[in-house]
């Protein structure tokens, strides 16, 4: 009896099956032997390269009172306003001013007969509505020193290229290609990358800078339990909070050996991007953000943790992560801020490159350290809101620093408090870390 069940239900599961191709085969325009046929198809893509840094201009700002007063200093007798003819039909707004030294209209001339180019009589500088003196830089090409075109506006960077066809970035890659290249490169030259390409970020985010403490919905302190009681209790988002401060403000002594790289963490049903920055000799974590977005903006915040944990930055700064271009591009935009450091990204399984042979085993070692944070986060199964998944990587990273014992480290913790030291178990170590993050936050509330 069952063998015929058996039978009749995968003859009624093969006879759905066929009816729904049929059915898409009707939506899609497609035949059965199409569809069955069907390959997906597998078209090549052009990876996102990073070129190096252009070379900035900073355009000079003049002050027209001062222009004035040297003017009137050398000649002896001051500078006068246009005087305009009354029948002239070409006029200038009043509201114009000069880009490059701020003069009024009364100090800016017509210069060719309306068409829109002005002319300032006070500093000598040409202008229209798009003149180069309304930028504050201006941004040149490396390889023939000439001005890059804006040719797009994202929502976190403006895109410049270089369209010198005697460029020698672009005359080098057009040597390069193939003559099938080539061929391709006549009926689709979008499908290469053969300019010079730079992006400018827009950011509002200056590096370095410090970040406000954060007020608990709970306050732990009024909080009528004992000590231990508190290493007990799970207030995972108002302790998170609290610890937060200290864990990312306390005096790593650290050994400038870096490593990055990214995992998964599921919020709200959808995974999330997890940003680990790591001192790979003292096992210290020093950077941890929670980004749904595996963008270059999560990037430069994480490298920004670390920054501001060293007390100067060394010239010999470098960071080892994996070979998505997004640490590229955040090294360019803190470039851009004047802080310089290097890169080194260790691209796929093998060693192909010399670089990812150098760097490997650092590489390695995040790699470990997030198959331990996997290791915690499994049972959890995700969270429900984004407070309840950093208050979760913090504390982990909490527990990591000043709680978990190494065995990299025999059996250290890496970062070693005296205080946390002399206690006998794991609740009265963190009733204490948690006492200790709240008299620094009363620190520096006082101060």
């Not at 000069?98 to 001339?109: R, W």
Request: charged share 25%.
């Amino acid at each position: 009896m069952l063998p015929q069940l058996l039978i009749k239900c995968l003859q009624i599961i093969k006879t759905q099956y066929q009816i729904i191709i049929y059915l898409l085969g009707a939506l899609l325009g497609k035949s059965l032997t199409d569809w069955d046929d069907e390959e997906p198809v597998n078209k090549p893509y052009q990876k996102l390269q990073v070129d190096e840094l252009p070379v900035i201009e900073t355009l000079p700002r003049l002050d027209y009172r001062q222009l004035l007063v040297e003017y009137e200093q050398q000649h002896g007798k001051p500078l006068k306003p246009i005087k305009r003819h009354a029948n002239t039909k070409t006029t200038v707004p009043d509201v114009l001013t000069c880009p490059q030294c701020q003069a009024p209209s009364a100090y800016v001339y017509a210069n060719n007969g309306g068409k829109g180019q002005y002319q300032c009589k006070v500093c000598r500088c040409r202008f229209n509505h798009r003149s180069r003196f309304a930028k504050q830089v201006v941004f040149r090409c490396p390889h023939c020193l000439k001005t890059l075109e804006k040719i797009k506006e994202r929502k976190d960077y403006h895109i410049h290229k270089c369209k010198n066809d005697d460029c020698s970035f672009y005359q080098a890659n057009l040597r390069r290609m193939t003559p099938q290249e080539k061929e391709q490169f006549q009926h689709a030259p979008h499908a290469f990358k053969v300019r010079y390409i730079f992006r400018e970020f827009l950011f509002d985010f200056k590096p370095l800078a410090p970040s406000s403490p954060i007020k608990t919905k709970v306050d732990v302190s009024r909080l009528s339990v004992s000590s231990h009681t508190l290493g007990l209790i799970n207030y995972a988002n108002s302790v998170a909070l609290i610890i937060k401060p200290f864990v990312d403000r306390f005096p790593y002594e650290l050994s400038g050996s870096f490593c990055g790289d990214e995992t998964y963490i599921r919020v709200k049903g959808r995974w999330h991007y997890l940003f680990f920055m790591f001192d790979a000799v003292k096992k210290v974590v020093l950077s941890y953000r929670v980004s749904p977005n595996r963008d270059t903006w999560a990037a430069i915040r994480a490298i920004d943790d670390v920054l501001k944990k060293l007390p100067s930055i060394p010239e010999d700064l470098s960071l080892v992560v994996d070979g998505n271009p997004i640490y590229l591009l955040a090294q360019h935009f803190f470039a851009q801020h004047g802080i310089s450091f290097d890169v080194h990204q260790v691209i796929g399984l093998t060693n192909e490159d010399p670089v990812s042979e150098e760097y490997r085993p650092l590489k390695q070692i995040i790699e470990r350290f997030n198959r331990t944070f996997k290791g915690n986060y499994r049972p959890t199964h995700g969270f429900g809101a984004e407070e309840g998944s950093v208050s979760f990587v913090t504390l982990f990273v909490a527990y990591f620093n000043f709680l978990r014992p190494h065995s990299a480290l025999e059996k250290r913790v890496p970062v070693v408090i005296p205080a946390l030291e002399r206690l006998p178990h794991m609740p009265a170590r963190w009733a204490k870390l948690i006492a200790m993050a709240q008299e620094m936050l009363a620190q520096q509330a006082a101060s």
